[in-house]
């Protein structure tokens, strides 16, 4: 079941960019929570001024009565991001809410991840969350709403997605797009654009 968003999913609201930042004492944490636990450890690690992130997609809905309502799940079950030092880390586990922890060791790239994922979110676009990933060629997204977002071409039948990952946990996410859109970042050794590739020229 939904849960719904009772404290701030990102905290504080420059976490990427200090995350870039940081000093060598500090790194990124993949906290995963006891089923449905999501919320009361964000929870606690706001309410000890720790940095966090679970990225959390708006699901709609009709009541019995016919009216339209909407609630929050996070886009990917039983996870909440940490940044912080080893003590910040034993703080979220003394919750009694997480089950593991797992040390990211690319502060870089999944701030990067991480931080598109969110802007993803923002713009308010169907996302389909991924799992088992088999992406194809990187690419770029050169216009639309999503222009400059990276990531990799996902074929699924007549459909062309782009697919952003968060690379540790072979999770991520994708979006429906035109093949017109996308252009290579480090294309294979051909001359054919996005548009070929797909269509087997």
Not at 41 to 68: D, K, T
Not at 95 to 108: A, D, F, P, Q
Request: proline residues 6%.
């Amino acid at each position: 079941m939904p849960i719904s968003p009772r404290v701030k999913n990102l905290h504080p609201v420059d976490l990427f960019e200090r995350s870039r930042l940081a000093n060598p004492s500090q790194a990124w944490w993949a906290l995963q929570t006891i089923s449905r636990r999501e919320n009361a450890v964000m929870r606690r690690l706001h309410a000890r001024q720790i940095p966090y992130f679970c990225p959390m997609v708006e699901r709609r809905y009709r009541s019995p009565n016919g009216r339209s309502r909407a609630s929050y799940s996070p886009l990917f079950t039983g996870y909440v991001f940490l940044f912080g030092n080893p003590q910040a880390r034993l703080a979220s586990v003394e919750s009694g809410h997480v089950s593991s922890v797992l040390e990211v060791s690319n502060t870089l790239q999944i701030a990067d991840e991480l931080q598109q994922i969110e802007r993803m979110i923002a713009i308010g676009a169907p996302l389909t969350p991924e799992s088992r990933i088999d992406s194809g060629d990187r690419v770029r997204v050169k216009s639309g709403a999503f222009a400059g977002f990276g990531g990799y071409v996902l074929r699924r039948e007549s459909e062309v997605r782009l697919l952003v990952t968060v690379g540790f946990m072979e999770q991520g996410v994708s979006v429906l797009l035109d093949d017109y859109q996308l252009e290579y970042v480090t294309s294979p050794n051909s001359s054919h654009g996005v548009a070929d590739q797909m269509s087997g020229v």
